[in-house]
């Protein structure tokens, strides 16, 4: 089944408009919900977790279990965050789940 | 420090042939996780170990298994290589469960 669902596969933005990437997830218990990117010609790394509830290079995220939503924000977009981002899911057994990735063109 | 380490770059093996895919991780870290990146289906979760054992696997055939080395580092292998296989096998490493998961660079592996 799948566990992320990240709907939007390219999201292009002007810069200093605000972004929204979407992440939903499907799972029963309790997950662990992480946002990570991977800049080009970088590896992926970590960008935040929902249970820091920090701000990381102006990026919020909040967990809704309601909605089971764990949608990435920025208020202003700059170019630099142009990068491919992936929200993971991980269960009680340590699996890790990915997204498929959302494309973040900030245009000058 | 140097980070999570991959070896080798790319890989190009024939169809039916194995391939052995490795990993370094952090200093420190015990977790090793192994994800196949094929295009347009994101990361798919092939294996975690830690302390040397699997702890778990993802959906995929047996003729992917690996191992943890007593230095946390680890190997990837694959059996009689189907030209689906073709991908990016990412590997990262953690220090313990949730905490950040640091990625490699990944190795490349082309089947044809």
């Known amino acids: 089944a799948q566990r992320v669902t990240q709907p939007e596969k390219l999201l292009s933005v002007f810069k200093g408009a605000p972004v929204e990437l979407k992440c939903n997830y499907s799972?029963?218990?309790?997950?662990?919900l992480f946002w990570y990117v991977q800049y080009s010609r970088q590896r992926l790394q970590l960008l935040l977790r929902h249970i820091s509830r920090e701000s990381i290079k102006g990026f919020t995220a909040d967990l809704n279990k309601g909605e089971t939503s764990f949608h990435l924000k920025k208020p202003f977009a700059q170019e630099e965050d142009s990068a491919m981002y992936y929200c993971?899911?991980?269960?009680?057994?340590?699996?890790?789940?990915f997204g498929s990735g959302t494309k973040l063109n900030v245009k000058p | 420090e140097a980070g999570v380490t991959q070896s080798p770059t790319h890989l190009i093996k024939t169809r039916g042939q194995q391939a052995t895919l490795r990993c370094s991780p952090i200093s420190g870290h015990t977790s090793v996780y192994w994800y196949q990146q094929a295009l347009g289906l994101g990361l798919q979760f092939l294996l975690w170990?830690?302390?040397?054992?699997?702890?778990n696997r993802g959906n995929f055939p047996p003729r992917f298994s690996g191992r943890q080395f007593p230095n946390y580092s680890s190997e990837l292998n694959v059996n009689a290589l189907e030209l689906e296989d073709s991908a990016l096998y990412l590997c990262a490493s953690s220090l313990e469960r949730y905490t950040e998961a640091f990625f490699g660079q990944g190795t490349r592996l082309t089947v044809v």
């Open positions: 799972y029963s218990g309790s997950p662990e």
């Open positions: 170990y830690d302390e040397g054992e699997e702890r």
């Open positions: 993971a899911l991980g269960d009680n057994f340590n699996k890790f789940y």
